[in-house]
């Protein structure tokens, strides 16, 4: 808290007067201005999805990839 107060106090803000401005901002933004847990779970997993994907992309370009047969094969499709 203390860390906090001195942050605030740096930006010539009383704790009031920075509550005041979050809660302000929630209103306006219609959500919280700060990433929750589960906004940063969604973050990680979309950069997964995103290299995954890219990796599968280089794969194919380089002439690495599986064909479609091959995969009905494989899985018995």
Avoid: N, W
């Avoid at 005041?20 to 969604?42: C, G, M, N, W, Y």
């Amino acid at each position: 808290m203390e860390q906090a107060k001195a942050i605030i106090k740096e930006k010539g803000m009383t704790m009031t007067d920075a509550i005041s401005l979050f809660i302000e901002q929630i209103v306006l933004e219609q959500d919280l201005p700060i990433k929750t847990a589960e906004d940063l779970h969604r973050e990680r997993l979309i950069q997964e999805l995103q290299a995954q994907s890219e990796r599968a992309l280089r794969e194919y370009e380089s002439g690495q990839g599986t064909s479609l047969d091959d995969m009905r094969l494989r899985y018995g499709l």
